[in-house]
């Protein structure tokens, strides 16, 4: 069965230091990973994917992620926080060879919290 | 710029009364998700649509809740009899599969139900 796991449901940060919000999972196959991020009152927006290829991707905002299949991990990073980079982050996970639907996992989301 | 469009965006009513919730996925769009989220549950999938036709709605309590697209410009989500535990925000999501498999969702901004 697909999952997708995120330990903590919140992240402290200063602003202008580096972030990361972790993201594990579990497929059979080779997993399509997301993450989406959702700001108050809002829906959520996607911010970056990883479908094949390098395991380095680049997203909207100035977020990466790193895949790494040994680690079953997706963690979200950025640089240099912002105070307006604080919001709800989730994880996604599709394994397209075990699941046609293109129904997404969603994990159970990351609150991040930049302090100016 | 084209965006899900849900209506309303808040409603307030009494238990045993009947909700209808809608969705206008973007133009083009041939796959359609009814989300809920709640605190304690976070992000639940409800019912998947695609060209229209039901694929999956297992998340959903089939005693109350009904989902339809009548046409493809509008999806809906209806619950009769509502129950205060359906209060929750409710979002639709649209994707098209034409998009290399659907790799991405795009959310509305959501309907908040209260029921009393």
């Known amino acids: 069965a697909q999952s997708v796991a995120q330990p903590e449901d919140q992240v402290n940060v200063a602003e202008g230091n580096p972030l990361t919000v972790k993201c594990t999972y579990s497929v059979s196959g080779n997993p399509y990973l997301f993450w989406y991020v959702q700001y108050p009152n809002r829906g959520l927006q996607f911010l970056l994917k990883y479908i094949t290829g390098d395991n380095l991707v680049k997203g909207s905002y100035g977020f990466e992620a790193e895949f790494n299949k040994s680690q079953t991990s997706f963690h979200l990073k950025k640089p240099s926080a912002l105070v307006s980079d604080s919001a709800l982050y989730f994880c996604a996970v599709r394994d397209p060879f075990m699941d046609s639907s293109y129904k997404l996992i969603f994990g159970s989301g990351t609150r991040l919290l930049v302090r100016p | 710029d084209a965006r899900v469009t849900q209506t309303p965006r808040h409603k307030v009513t009494e238990m045993g009364q009947e909700v209808t919730m809608r969705c206008q996925p973007i133009?083009?769009?041939?796959?359609v998700f009814w989300y809920r989220q709640t605190m304690m549950q976070g992000l639940e999938l409800l019912a998947y649509?695609?060209?229209?036709?039901?694929?999956?709605d297992s998340g959903m309590p089939k005693d109350r809740f009904s989902a339809e697209m009548p046409d493809a410009t509008l999806a809906t989500l209806k619950i009769q009899p509502s129950e205060p535990r359906d209060s929750a925000v409710y979002f639709c999501?649209?994707?098209?599969?034409?998009?290399?498999?659907?790799?991405?969702?795009?959310f509305g901004p959501g309907t908040r139900l209260t029921v009393t």
């Open positions: 133009l083009g769009h041939n796959t």
């Open positions: 999501a649209s994707g098209s599969t034409a998009d290399r498999g659907l790799h991405e969702q795009y």
């Open positions: 649509f695609r060209n229209r036709a039901p694929l999956d």
